[in-house]
């Protein structure tokens, strides 16, 4: 990614996996933030634990925007458009929920509290 490639999926596995394990291992409920951006990268993560995904749902220009104001960041605004193209979002038997992340940091904060704490 730091060249200017988008990462494919042999790319991506082994990541997962480790994420996966070092959750599965995680004494306290685990937090894990990735980008799982496929149903098979998310299996892999929910293989070893449970797990809710919050969907973080933006339109492509609000991310370019985003991405073109970091200074000295790795992932170019290049990449963005692989990163739609890869996404898949979250299905009606998936546990999660999808949020508007064009949303204010507190509002998109108190909606995923919300919604975990209405899981408990």
């Known amino acids: 990614m730091r060249s ?3 990462l494919g999926d042999e790319d991506r596995e082994p990541w997962l996996r480790a994420v996966a394990a070092a959750a599965a291992d995680t004494v306290e409920t685990p937090v894990v933030a990735c980008s ?3 149903r098979s990268y998310r299996d892999i993560l929910r293989a070893g634990t449970p797990a809710v995904f919050l969907h973080l749902d933006v339109p492509v220009d609000v ?7 970091r200074g000295g960041h790795f992932f170019s605004e290049s ?3 692989s990163q739609f193209e890869t996404l898949e979002p ?3 038997d998936e546990d999660g929920v999808t ?3 064009t949303r204010s940091l507190p509002e998109l904060l108190d909606t995923a ?3 975990l704490e209405g899981r408990r």
């Open 63 to 69: 991310v370019r925007s985003r991405v073109r104001g």
């Open 99 to 101: 949020l508007d992340a």
């Open 113 to 115: 509290r919300s919604y």
């Open 90 to 92: 979250l299905g009606p």
């Open 79 to 81: 990449l963005v458009a």
């Open 4 to 6: 200017g490639h988008a």
């Open 36 to 38: 799982a951006l496929k």
